[in-house]
T-cell receptor, first 113, second 116 residues
Framework: RKEVEQDPGPFNVPEGATVAFNCTYS??????FFWYRQDCRKEPKLLMS???SGNEDGRFTAQLNRASQYISLLIRDSKLSDSATYLC??????????????FGSGTRLSIRP | NAGVTQTPKFQVLKTGQSMTLQCAQD?????MYWYRQDPGMGLRLIYY???????DKGEVPNGYNVSRLNKREFSLRLESAAPSQTSVYFC???????????????FGSGTRLTVV
């Protein structure tokens, strides 16, 4: 089983729709969680951290469910510019230093006009 | 603009050839990393340097070597390229070795390497 798993998609939704996707992690001791965005043939960029109580940044809401070991990203009022691959990143406490940062393989989102 | 600069952007190598990927950051970050990204897989850490003068193996170090030349520069060397090393390589930097909550990693734009 992968340490961090994501549905690869693609999620194909109309502009203005709300879309959500999850990311599951296997290590219950994982401490911190993040969402990165990666545009086609570009580098990943930090979208937002995920806090225990959940957090919002504009149209984006991130949530953590420790009991079920997943994090989620919800995008409201989706824009064409939201089309990208969203990478889940988990800080796996069991590993040492930098190697404990685990990237998921990403969920591809495509927003259609 | 401040950031991470990687060269080259594209490279084709023949099996057995060697090459060095260059990476430089101008954000005065302490830690630097080399990742590879393959279809269907997450970014995998090859090597990292928590601070100037130190380097450590990541998840997939075999076939690679690194040099932290100074605080700004961190190079990745393939001594004898193999087709399995065909991938997209990203250099990244961060203020600290552990993932900083607010600012994350800053990635370079990537090197697309093909080994034939």
């Amino acid at each position: 089983r992968k340490e961090v798993e994501q549905d690869p998609g693609p999620f194909n939704v109309p502009e203005g729709a709300t879309v959500a996707f999850n990311c599951t992690y296997s290590n219950s001791a994982s401490q911190s969680f993040f969402w990165y965005r990666q545009d086609c043939r570009k580098e990943p960029k930090l979208l937002m951290s995920v806090y225990s109580s959940g957090n919002e940044d504009g149209r984006f809401t991130a949530q953590l469910n420790r009991a079920s070991q997943y994090i989620s990203l919800l995008i409201r009022d989706s824009k064409l510019s939201d089309s990208a691959t969203y990478l889940c990143v988990v800080n796996n406490k069991a590993r040492s230093s930098a190697s404990k940062i685990i990237f998921g393989s990403g969920t591809r989102l495509s927003i259609r006009p | 603009n401040a950031g991470v600069t990687q060269t080259p952007k594209f490279q084709v190598l023949k099996t057995g050839q060697s090459m060095t990927l260059q990476c430089a950051q101008d954000m005065n970050h302490n830690s630097m990393y080399w990742y590879r990204q393959d279809p269907g897989m997450g970014l995998r850490l090859i090597y990292y340097s928590a601070s100037e003068g130190t380097t450590d193996k990541g998840e997939v170090p075999n076939g690679y070597n690194v040099s932290r030349l100074n605080k700004r520069e961190f190079s990745l060397r393939l001594e004898s390229a193999a087709p399995s090393q065909t991938s997209v390589y990203f250099c990244a930097s961060s203020e600290k070795a552990r993932h900083p909550t607010n600012y994350g990693y800053t990635f370079g734009s990537g090197t697309r390497l093909t080994v034939v």
